[in-house]
């Protein structure tokens, strides 16, 4: 069947560690982002590919990093520089024509203490 | 600024009643208008999807209506089951999928 595949489900780290989170799709989806989740708040978004090399920050971009070097994969990394990097982290991916439905890994969640 | 809010943050119902989803949102370009479903510790799942040019859009068990004059979206589970239990998501566009805003949820809680 065809997905999104985020792993780790659980990562820990420890504050100052840059940190990389996977997110792999086999949907042949252009377009893939990331979103952040906290408690009690709607879902925001981080970065934001539409193809393969080129990418676009969100509302929240500071801290983090993303690259697209393949259509399938959209790797996030959490930098030192994200002063409250703890969260729930989504992937998601969509047709890149029209509009259309988002469709979401089951996430990661990073503990940085 | 523009939002998506919710009208309820919790919904309590028993088995088998209907339960009717609330979300309220601010900007007069949307067009575009999705539900999603998120179980604890798993991602968002898309339920059901409509478009501004409709008001009404039925799928298994679920029904979204839409009112464009109050700017207000519901979303309604028939005969509501333990299985529904989880936090339901509003989101909608003005037309590009990158600026999709989300509602904060609401938990819907479904007592045997």
């Known amino acids: 069947d065809g997905g999104i595949t985020q792993s780790p489900k659980y990562l820990f780290r420890k504050e100052g560690q840059n940190v990389t989170l996977s997110c792999e799709q086999n949907l042949n989806h252009d377009a893939m982002y990331w979103y952040r989740q906290d408690p009690g708040q709607g879902l925001r978004l981080i970065y934001y590919s539409q193809i393969v090399n080129d990418f676009q920050k969100g509302d929240i971009a500071e801290g983090y990093s993303v690259s697209r070097e393949k259509k399938e994969s959209f790797p996030l990394t959490v930098t030192s520089a994200q002063k409250n990097p703890t969260a729930f982290y989504l992937c998601?991916?969509?047709?890149?024509?029209?509009?259309?439905?988002?469709?979401f890994g089951n996430g990661t969640r990073l503990t940085v203490t | 600024g523009e939002s998506v809010g919710l009208h309820l943050p919790t919904l309590s119902v028993q088995e088998g009643d209907n339960s009717i989803i609330n979300c309220a949102y601010s900007?007069?370009?949307?067009?575009?208008f999705i539900w999603y479903k998120q179980e604890s510790g798993k991602g968002p799942q898309f339920i059901i999807d409509?478009?501004?040019?409709?008001d009404k859009r039925q799928g298994q068990r679920v029904t979204v209506l839409l009112n464009k004059t109050v700017k207000h979206l519901s979303l309604q589970i028939a005969a509501t089951q333990p299985g529904d239990s989880a936090v339901y998501f509003c989101a909608e566009t003005g037309g590009s999928n990158y600026k999709l805003t989300f509602g904060k949820g609401t938990l819907l809680t479904v007592n045997p």
């Open positions: 900007n007069s370009a949307s067009d575009y």
């Open positions: 998601a991916s969509t047709r890149h024509r029209g509009v259309s439905p988002l469709h």
């Open positions: 409509i478009r501004s040019n409709m």
